[in-house]
């Protein structure tokens, strides 16, 4: 079974785990998703920083489901999150960094505008709003779902491990 050092070991000479960064803004936001994920995948890293890339690369998330990797940047919103988001997780899921097959996902707390949207959706980036999320480091249980599904849409659980093809 392919295990996520595995992958990234294929793809980097070495990574390395930074501790969450409490005084960063949205280290809450990131802790509530890494909560609800835990659980339900095989695998999870978070603040991951490959080798060799002088710490310009960070990924918050990494997640494995059978032998399928997801990479997921979280961000709460603001003015201009929506391209740098975007930027940021291209730059990080770039084939030359993690390979071809990586699902990319952004988690907000804020709604995207529609050019966002389209710019994230043309290079197969899907967006997650968690729009009920108000702080804290839990999500609503309507945001647990719509998390849920979205991540399970994209890299559903093969039939071994007890998922439901779609």
Known sequence: MLTLEDYLLAHHDGYHLKPPDRTQNGWQLEEAVYQVLRPQVDEILRNVQPEG????????LLIRIGNQVGVIEVKTGGEGSGKKAVDQLTTAA????????AQRFIVTQQAQEDRYKALANAVQVQVIELLKYRGGTRLDSSDQQKLLDAIQGKMPKPIAYGGIPK
Do not use: M, P, S
Not at 53 to 60: A, R, Y
Not at 94 to 101: H, P, S
């Open 94 to 101: 770039a084939r030359e960094y993690l390979g071809t097959y």
């Open 53 to 60: 890339v002088k710490d310009q690369v960070e990924i918050d």
